[in-house]
């Protein structure tokens, strides 16, 4: 079956370090891999887009990678601040066909940053 | 910044009542979806909405659920009889081409059947 997991539910992390996320997939083939941020009571928040022929995408302090042989994207913040402390979500995009893409979630990773 | 408006933001409703979530997406947007999400586990796709015809719908997405698009700015999600598992934060959500640049969330509606 298919299954994305984000291996850690917590992550704690000292204000001005890196934080490094991960996603893993299984028995997926897909057309490109989305991050995004989720704060409490509220939607989840569009960050990044990396296609599966694409290895590395950056914003500003973010960085994804993309490793299809690996089935493993890793996501990364740096000089990371008290406020990027959310829950971070890894998002499969598949095609499903008639034009249309299927977007599933991770459970998502916790990230708090400590001042 | 345009954004994805949700209404309401909290609806309680009396098990076996019909609701109507509404959502307004960000105009010049061509691709339209519901997700959901219980509390304390993971965002869940329900439908995709394309050219006014669901496009894909999940195996929750079953016939106690309708989506439509009554006019130009509207994408309401009908659940008809509700039970106490439909309780969860419903997110509407809308993108230009079909998430390549993302999907724009609105803020939720918090349904709670009781």
């Known amino acids: 079956s298919q299954k994305i997991e984000q291996n850690s539910e917590a992550l704690n992390i000292q204000e001005g370090k890196t934080a490094t996320l991960t996603c893993n997939y299984t028995n997926y083939s897909p057309a490109y891999l989305q991050w995004y941020r989720q704060d409490p009571g509220r939607g989840p928040v569009f960050l990044l887009l990396?296609?599966?022929?694409?290895k590395e995408k950056r914003k500003e302090r973010l960085k994804v990678t993309f490793d299809t042989t690996l089935k493993q994207s890793l996501f990364h913040i740096t000089a990371s601040q008290p406020a990027d402390s959310a829950t971070y979500l890894c998002a499969l995009g598949r095609y499903s066909g008639a034009g249309s893409y299927q977007l599933t979630f991770g459970k998502g990773t916790k990230l708090s940053v400590i001042p | 910044e345009p954004e994805v408006t949700q209404t309401p933001s909290h609806q309680v409703t009396q098990m076996g009542q019909e609701v109507i979530l509404r959502c307004v997406p960000i105009s010049n947007h061509l691709y339209f979806y519901w997700y959901r999400q219980i509390l304390g586990q993971k965002v869940e796709f329900l439908v995709s909405f394309y050219n006014n015809e669901i496009s894909e719908k999940s195996e929750i997405f079953d016939d106690q659920f309708s989506v439509e698009r009554p006019d130009g700015s509207n994408f309401t999600l009908k659940i008809r009889s509700t039970k106490l598992e439909d309780s969860a934060m419903y997110f509407c959500?809308?993108?230009?081409?079909?998430?390549?640049?993302?999907?724009?969330f609105g803020s939720g509606t918090r349904l709670t059947v009781v």
């Open positions: 959500a809308s993108s230009h081409f079909d998430g390549d640049y993302g999907y724009t």
């Open positions: 990396i296609r599966e022929n694409e």
